[in-house]
């Protein structure tokens, strides 16, 4: 399972220096309404949440290099597998990951609306710990990353459709600082 | 000789007894509700009281399935004594149990209430009995009520005077939502918040005496149990590990929790000794293991896994460690819960219909029925009595709370406060 | 050497002694070889003919024997065939006669047979003949009879007629000599009389045959009667038993329908209820006969019973039959088909 995962990376590594270009303008209205610009930071999602995660914006280090980038991640029902489209996004995540030991990123795994609460929570939690291995896998350090589950508490879109579905059954990956 | 014969004579008369009589067999009956009226109490006091007794009596049995109430559009008289009582009336409207009352004012807000139960077909008196109460507390009056009535009625203990805990969620704005854990009587009224946050709350799960309730809250944007003291409103956070800290479940002696971490990399079981804070980890298993609960003598546990490629409910012996699966029938069954004799599991069952309905399996015989009709039904609990499971539902694209009896023959909604209604969880009796 | 010089002649001479033994030995044992040969000779007989011939080269003597048993054996044989054809002859003849006998018994039989038929039939032709006779005499007799009567009818309505014109000539000869009218009512009343014997005579005739009539006709049908009463007694037994069955399953339906069963109720339970009925089908009591152990199952079992109130087909019951069999009733409660 590793090795091939470390072999999906490697090949990944050598597609990114191609399609990184491409796909840019596409990714950035996906990723954009979710997760409220990748530029600003931390903490825009639970209104008022209690304690950490509401840090400033992080500044200091090139958030632009990663701003055009993919930043929400879709699964399949009852599924943990990353889909094939997101991993140039995630590869190129990583590679700034890896250059930038001190920003660190939150991975907030969702499931749809069916089945029980609590094991779309696991399911979450698996979905994010999915995305954290790829990250890992290509250069970025554990220590930099913190994997949660939201199970179907914060649907991205309400709704009981398949449409909803597939936007709620995602991870998504937000910048903070320590 | 003298036996021979004293065998034939009585051959001979049991068989002609057997002759005199001419046996029938009944072996099938109709399923309707019984006809009840509940005549309004009479009030012999001056100021009107501020709740209908006889009011709330009548909805609590009309919701229990068992019963169909008398309108009071209807009846010919109000009697609130038996020699008040005309049973060919009663008769004549096909009523099979008459309920009369009255209150009577006993000084400062104290109130007496007499309340009698009659068998109208046989004309006799099955229940008679004089409460003490309140102005204030005639609700739970009434629920006391109900529950006596319902015991003499259907033989099984009644559960009125139970709560609910459930979860709210309100879309405030785009980016902002409210998550409130409410506590109710059993049917949705005096609802009371004991928790408000602007992050998930969930998992509800009440201590075995009804005094605590634990919990798991998002609050510090990372999930984390709780367990609050319901008299004081104190509470405490009693897990917070990285990851999964989930589906908290008190064990029937009151001194464990059942609980999910997924401190080890992989959601797991574990058994917290509350005492000593001890963690006991008891799943080892690469796949998905949640939702804890105990079966009632407290010597196994059922949880969810999808070890076996789909979410299936086991069971672990406690002492031996040993797990076998419960769950065969359809690609879905999770979040079961256990009826008090341990006899019917109640779950979050997908099969054919591809639809998430609340199925009850019989562990006696492995047979499934499934209880609801709807598309994405979750969270059953069942009554203490193990009459009625309350469940979460949709309806026209909102959370709220439904029942049904675990026969399948009832089915209500229940009244909806404002928003997402979800995650209900049944208390235990209540002193 | 010199005795190798004896060897030679005394082996002659005991060959010559030998063979003078064995010359003579053929008439000394004559009598007791045939014994010992027996068995050979009970083989020669059952091989081929060709080898019985090359037995004689062998011992001539033997042969001989042999051939001469041979011939007493053929001989034997033929005699005995001759006797066998002579008695199959004798047996055929037999068989011959015996066919004969049963042809000709059949023959009989058959005749008889044919007998027999004739006269059934001339028997069946005679009583139908008879029949037709009775029933043409019957006409006959019936005709006679009509005649008779119609012929009785017009005399009377003759003598009538006549007696009213001999009245109106009475009336209109009144004034005529009394001698006259005194020889003529004589005759008269004379008339009437042996008209009036006869028409008594001819109805007792009548009454008679009626009677006759009558009595027979109450005969069949008192025998008709008899018949029918024996069937109706097992027709009656079982048509009771079907009535009785019926009323089982309408009062189970009545019940069934009035029979709300409680929640608490679990396949396997069982209440009996006895019911007192009264003749209109109206519920005169009921009580727990054997109680289910649960208090409301027995209640809801006796509840099905108040709440049915009457059960109006058994007042149709015949009364006998329903106080023989319906009247205490016992009904037994026991769902099936529970969930559980």
Known sequence: MRVMNVGKALALVAAVAIMAGCSSTSTRTGAGDTSGAAGTGTGTDGASAYGAGTGAGVSGVGLEEVATLRTVFYFDFDRSVVQQEGFADLEAHARFLSRNPSVSVRLEGHADERGSREYNMALGERRANAVERLLVVNGAAANQIEAISYGEERPAVTGSHEGAWAQNRRVELKYVTR | ??????????????????????????????????????????????????????????????????????????????????????????????????????????????????????????????????????????????????????????????????????????????????????????????????????????????????????????????????????????????????????????????????????KDGNPEIYVLNLNTRELDRMTHNSAIDTEPFWAPDGRSLYFTSDRGGSPQIYRLDMSSRNVERVTFEGNYNARGRLTQDGRFLAMVHRGQSRRFQIAVQDLQSGRIDILTNSDYDESPSIAPNGSIIIYATQQGNRGVLAAVSLDGRVRFTMPAPSGDVREPAWSPYLQ | MEIRGYIVPSLKALAVH???????????????????????????????????????????????????????????????????????????????????????????????????????????????????????????????????????????????????????????????????????????????????????????????????????????????????????????????????????????????????????????????VSINLLPNGEINSVDIHTSSGDAVFDRSAVQAVLRTERFPRVAEIDPILFERRVRRTLVTFRPEGLRW
């Open chain 2, 1 to 262: 000789m003298m036996k021979k014969l004293i065998a034939i004579l009585t051959l001979m008369l049991t068989s002609t007894w057997l002759q005199a009589q001419l046996v029938v067999e009944v072996t099938q009956g109709v399923d309707s509700p019984s006809p009840v009226a509940v005549v309004p109490f009479n009030w012999s006091g001056t100021s009107p009281l501020p709740e209908d007794i006889a009011q709330v009596v009548s909805q609590n049995l009309e919701r229990s399935g068992f019963f169909r109430m008398m309108s009071r559009d209807n009846m010919l008289s109000f009697p609130s004594r038996g020699d008040q009582v005309f049973f060919r009336d009663w008769r004549i409207s096909s009523t099979d149990y008459l309920v009369i009352g009255r209150v009577e004012p006993v000084g400062g807000d104290q109130v007496s209430i007499t309340f009698e139960v009659y068998d109208v077909l046989k004309e006799q008196r099955i229940v008679s009995q004089q409460v003490a109460g309140t102005t204030g507390s005639l609700r739970d009056a009434g629920h006391y009520i109900s529950d006596v009535i319902f015991e003499a009625l259907t033989g099984i203990k009644g559960a009125f005077s139970t709560r609910i805990v459930y979860v709210t969620a309100e879309q405030l704005a785009q980016d902002r939502q409210r998550f409130r854990l409410q506590i109710a009587d059993w049917d949705g009224m005096r609802p009371r918040t004991i928790l408000e946050s602007s992050e998930p709350i969930l998992s509800p799960s009440w201590s075995f005496d009804g005094s605590k309730i634990a919990y798991v809250s998002f609050e510090t944007t990372r999930p984390s149990i709780y367990v609050q003291h319901l008299a004081t409103g104190r509470r405490e956070r009693i897990q917070s590990f990285p990851g999964l800290n989930g589906a908290p479940a008190w064990s029937p002696d009151g001194n464990r929790m059942a609980l999910v971490l997924s």
């Open chain 3, 18 to 272: 030998l063979l003078v033994i064995v010359t003579v030995s053929g008439y000394w044992f004559d009598h007791s070889k045939p014994e010992h040969r027996t068995p050979r000779h009970i083989q020669a007989q059952m091989v081929d003919l060709s080898t019985l011939q090359q037995a004689p080269q062998q011992n001539q003597q033997a042969a001989q024997q042999a051939e001469e048993q041979r011939r007493a054996e053929q001989q034997r044989q033929a005699e005995q065939q001759r006797l066998e054809q002579q008695r199959a002859e004798q047996q055929r003849a037999e068989q011959q006669r015996q066919a004969e006998v049963q042809r000709a018994e059949q023959q009989r039989v058959e005749q008889q047979r044919v007998e027999q038929q004739r006269a059934e039939q001339q028997r069946a032709e005679q009583q139908r003949q008879a029949e037709q006779q009775r029933i043409a005499e019957e006409a006959r007799r019936n005709e006679q009879e009509l005649a008779a009567r119609r012929e009785a009818e017009a005399r009377q309505k003759a003598a009538e007629e006549a007696r009213k014109a001999e009245e109106a000539e009475r009336k209109r000869q009144q004034e005529l000599a009394a001698q006259k009218a005194a020889e003529e009512r004589k005759r008269q009343e004379a008339q009437a009389k042996a008209e009036a014997e006869a028409k008594a005579q001819r109805e007792a005739a009548e009454a008679r045959a009626r009677e006759q009539q009558r009595q027979a006709e109450a005969e069949r049908v008192q025998a008709e009667a008899a018949a029918a009463a024996a069937a109706a007694q097992a027709a009656a037994a079982q048509a009771a038993n079907v009535v009785v069955a019926d009323i089982s399953s309408y009062i189970a339906g009545m019940l069934q329908r009035n029979w709300q069963i409680p929640s608490t109720a679990r396949n396997g339970m069982q209440a009996v």
